[in-house]
């Protein structure tokens, strides 16, 4: 049925009301200069119109599915691009998925397009700060969430009417205004449909309504509608203004969660073949003319500084893209493959918030993140004082790639951008060992076989490191808060920033920049900068006699005139009572076998000579296997140097009291 039949109703109804005004100048005049004004706003800043909250189905604050919801809405905001209007987006997994969208409007500007969207994302958690479910108007876009799924559907409520009665009523009540306005609404649901794939859903139309009106009418549904769909959503939008909404105003919309409807006097909307209403330009002068020159300076200005800034960054994305081929070859296409763009990464942890950082270092720091496929990660974010290239990073994210192993954390993908390097891990929910090991109450929780099953574990990720990968790797900082421990308590060796790779024939290297954790250094290492394989297996030694007692390298025995975590350990090995090393809360579950054993690695570990520590494959053998004979360990290196230096302190004492 058309539209303009309705509208003879309306006409009657509205002329039953009316208030008799004589048209004036002057009335012209102010109308004029409110349509300007509106024209004016309209192009220059987002203008909110509604909020819709579900009270029925809520969430609990800081649970999953906030967590999630703010990814998404972090999310949404980072991919609003140069061409994209419309986006979808889903974070989680089963009752904590999320779905949400954007749509803009089909004429706005890219930059009020992200601003509109960007000041969305900011309102609607703030409106709705508990709701499952929401939708968010502006006359610039719509965003809208639910934890149900909502893409390619069309839906009708929640629904919001606005309607402005104000005007000429000469003008509105003429039988030419509501003829034009029913002209515009029969066409309008035929063409947006035809539209949808053309134009996104979005369709315009005027009509002259008097000799100095025109009327402006547009529709656009979401992009994800059929055809049919987005028909029956305009039509029944249109209808609304009909039944309940719009008799006798200038301008008015209809708003659904799937389409939107509006017409108006002025031309609010952007379009190539629209021109500004006659009573617009007759009533123009100059303050108006210098308003109108200066915008338009002011955007061919903003635009001139985009298109060099595009061209810039292009000329210089090839000129690396070319460096890329030319240093990394046939290795390029693994390069691209774990390649993020920093709007991902910023949009899974949430622009890099407080709340999302797990850990911190002189490295830089940690960040939880969820990808867009509900994926958990560990994003590290390296220091930007950090003097290392933007090749040698990627040389080192390929060498990380390279390593494949269950007892080694996985590298999921990297993102280097302006002045950002970030690596992204597979995340590992149990931190790392230390906090469990060095804690007062946490340490109880790790029994004897969950201790020897995490020595086995991490001997079997170095062996990798050492041996069995195509690279040999020292990893040169092995040390408990750098073993991460999953929801098994399966030990995963990560921090990799430190590594040298060696040449597989290759005994030794050297750096004038001795690099790692003092307690955890070989001797050869810390005083000559000398690093081995046989430096890795010194860090492992004091690890495993820290797991087997529970306390750090350092005096942290009955004082601080005791010797320290090697050399106790060596006394109560002499002494054959090594049962004293043991931490008193595995007293119900230790093997003494399997104790034995890890204290007499430990001790063949943390020799003063290098050629005298077992490699790691000999490591592994021994814990594999219980019959294998192991040699008796020499004392430990600082264990010497210590004796030393307390001899020369004891002699420099009684030389000063005599």
């Keep these: 049925m058309p539209f303009t039949y309705f509208f003879d109703s309306v006409k009657k ?48 604050p800081n649970s999953t599915f906030n967590t999630n919801l703010n990814t998404l809405l972090s999310y949404l905001s980072s991919n609003v691009t140069n061409n994209v209007r419309f986006f979808n987006a889903t974070v989680g997994k089963d009752s904590n998925t999320v779905y949400g969208l954007y749509m803009c409007r089909g004429d706005v500007p890219f930059a009020l397009c992200r601003e509109c969207v960007g000041f969305a994302t900011q309102t609607i958690p703030s409106s709705c700060p508990t709701s499952k ?22 839906e009708e409520w929640p629904r919001h009417k606005i309607n402005i009665p104000l005007g000429d009523p000469v003008v509105l009540h003429s039988n030419g205004f509501y003829t034009a306005l029913g002209s515009i609404f029969d066409e309008l649901p035929n063409k947006a449909a035809l539209d949808l794939s053309e134009s996104n859903g979005y369709a315009v139309k005027q009509e002259n309504a008097s000799g100095s009106v025109t009327l402006y009418g547009l529709a656009q549904c979401t992009p994800d509608l059929a055809a049919g769909d987005c028909k029956l959503c305009v039509a029944d939008a249109v209808a609304e203004f009909v039944k309940s909404c719009c008799g ?74 070319a460096s890329d081929r030319e240093n990394f070859g046939p290795e390029l296409t693994v390069l691209e493959s774990l390649e993020f763009d920093l709007a991902t990464i910023e949009a899974a942890t949430n622009k890099f ?109 170095i062996l990798y490191l050492h041996e069995d990968s195509r690279l040999k790797i020292i990893h040169r900082d092995i040390k408990p808060s750098n073993v991460l421990l999953d929801n098994g308590i399966n030990p995963k060796i990560s921090d990799f920033g430190m590594a040298r790779m060696v040449a597989t024939d290759q005994i030794q290297g050297c750096t004038n920049r001795v690099v790692g954790t003092y307690g955890y250094m070989s001797p050869e290492y810390a005083m000559h900068g000398q690093f081995s394989e046989k430096s890795d297996v010194f860090s492992f030694g004091v690890m495993v006699l820290e797991i087997i007692s529970g306390k750090k390298n350092s005096c942290s025995f009955e004082s601080c005139r005791v010797d320290d975590l090697l050399s106790y350990a060596w006394n109560n090995w002499r002494d054959e009572s090594p049962y004293q090393l043991l931490d008193s809360t ?29 490699t790691m494959g000999t490591i592994v053998s021994y814990l594999s296997n219980p019959s294998f004979e192991m040699p008796f360990p020499l004392e430990p290196a600082f264990f010497m140097h210590g004796r030393m230096r307390r001899h020369s302190a004891e002699h420099e004492s009684s030389s000063g009291m005599a």
């Design 353 to 461: 918030s407080e709340d999302r950082r797990i850990g911190k270092g002189g490295y830089g720091e940690v960040y939880k993140g969820i990808l867009p496929n509900g994926e958990e990660v560990a994003v590290k974010r390296l220091s930007t004082n950090s003097k290392q290239g933007g090749e040698e990073f990627k040389n080192e994210v390929l060498l990380i790639a390279k390593l494949q192993h269950k007892n080694l954390v996985r590298l999921i993908g990297f993102c280097q951008e302006d002045r950002e390097k970030i690596l992204i891990y597979e995340y590992v929910p149990n931190k790392s060992l230390d906090h469990f090991l060095f804690d007062s109450q946490k340490h109880r929780q790790l029994t004897w076989p969950e201790r020897f099953k995490i020595v086995k574990g991490i001997a079997r990720g």
């Design 133 to 154: 479910e929401a939708v968010i108007w502006y006359n610039e876009c719509l965003l809208r969430y639910s934890y149900r799924f909502i893409f390619s559907k069309m």
């Design 13 to 60: 109804i509205s002329r039953h009301n009316r208030i008799m005004i004589t048209k004036s100048k002057q009335n012209l005049t102010l109308f004029q200069l409110c349509t300007l004004l509106l024209t004016i706003a309209e192009t220059s800043a987002s203008v909110f119109n509604n909020v819709s909250c579900t009270s029925n189905k809520t969430f609990t």
């Design 248 to 321: 006798g105003s200038i301008g008015a919309s209809v708003l659904f969660p799937s389409c939107i409807v509006r017409y108006e006097t002025y031309p609010f909307y952007q379009h190539s073949g629209t021109s500004a209403p006659t009573m617009i330009q007759r009533g123009r002068n100059i303050g108006t003319e210098v308003l109108v020159i200066v915008v338009v300076l002011l955007v061919v200005l903003a635009m001139l500084f985009g298109f060099s800034y595009c061209f810039i960054r292009i000329k210089a994305r090839k000129k690396r893209k």
């Design 586 to 614: 595995l007293l119900e579950s230790y093997v003494p076998n399997e104790v034995e054993k890890c204290m007499q690695i430990g001790l063949l570990c943390v020799q003063e000579n290098p050629d005298d520590r077992p």
